[in-house]
């Protein structure tokens, strides 16, 4: 079965610097898709990128960029110039392509704070 | 485009009752989704559909039932609730394939007392 592992229950990091959340998953599929979602105070679950495995090319949305390892089975979230409004519960969550039963595994997430 | 739609947001229930968490979408997505989300544990699935009148039980099923009468709507029974089924509650949808993330709901903070 597929498992996903966010080993960083919690993270701080100054406002303006980068900081990076670790993801690993498990799998025997070859072809799937990975993902990263920001749950703020609201408690609103926001996709923040996707990564799909058969692309080579780490996904970017702005501030926020992957480092995708497909052989090591890693993907962390990179996000750059940290701001108050990134205080949140990141989860990583994987997802099968085209299959009937293909339901989103989630993390258990981590909790980044932004300190000012 | 309201996208996924959960009521109530809130609700505190007393031990052996039973309510129902409403969910309705409205961009035409076959895939709907029950989590439930606990401290620490992120989001366990409880029940999924692929379509109206198709279901089917996800890793925490018990002391809950759903049914997909229609495309939109989603609706998650609760029945005897016990104080294990507080919790954060979330529904969400999707397209079919796999690149599709899920749109969630805004969920619904329930407490059995």
């Known amino acids: 079965a597929q498992t996903v592992t966010q080993s960083q229950p919690e993270m701080s990091v100054q406002e303006a610097e980068t900081v990076t959340l670790s993801c690993t998953y498990d799998?025997?599929?070859?072809?799937?898709?990975l993902f990263w979602y920001k749950q703020p105070p609201s408690r609103q679950m926001i996709l923040v990128i996707r990564?799909?495995?058969?692309?080579?090319q780490n996904a970017t949305e702005n501030r926020f960029s992957v480092n995708f390892q497909k052989a090591a089975k890693s993907f962390s979230l990179k996000i750059s110039d940290s701001q108050l409004g990134d205080a949140a519960m990141y989860f990583c969550?994987?997802?099968?392509?085209?299959?009937?039963?293909?339901?989103?595994?989630f993390g258990k997430g981590t909790r980044l704070h932004i300190l000012p | 485009n309201a996208g996924v739609t959960q009521t109530p947001k809130f609700r505190i229930l007393k031990i052996g009752q039973s309510m129902t968490l409403q969910c309705t979408q409205d961009?035409?997505?076959?895939?709907m989704y029950w989590y439930r989300q606990d401290p620490g544990m992120g989001l366990k699935l409880i029940y999924y559909?692929?379509?109206?009148?198709?279901?089917d039980k996800g890793e925490v099923p018990n002391g809950y039932n759903v049914s997909r009468s229609t495309t939109e709507d989603f609706p998650l029974r609760l029945e005897l609730a016990a104080p294990s089924q507080t919790s954060v509650y979330f529904c969400?949808?999707?397209?079919?394939?796999?690149?599709?993330?899920?749109?969630f709901g805004s969920g619904t903070r329930l407490t059995v007392v």
């Open positions: 969400a949808s999707s397209e079919l394939g796999g690149g599709a993330g899920y749109t």
């Open positions: 799998t025997s599929e070859s072809d799937y898709y």
């Open positions: 990564q799909e495995a058969y692309k080579q």
């Open positions: 969550a994987y997802r099968r392509s085209m299959n009937r039963d293909d339901k989103i595994i």
């Open positions: 961009m035409n997505h076959n895939y």
């Open positions: 559909s692929v379509g109206a009148g198709i279901t």
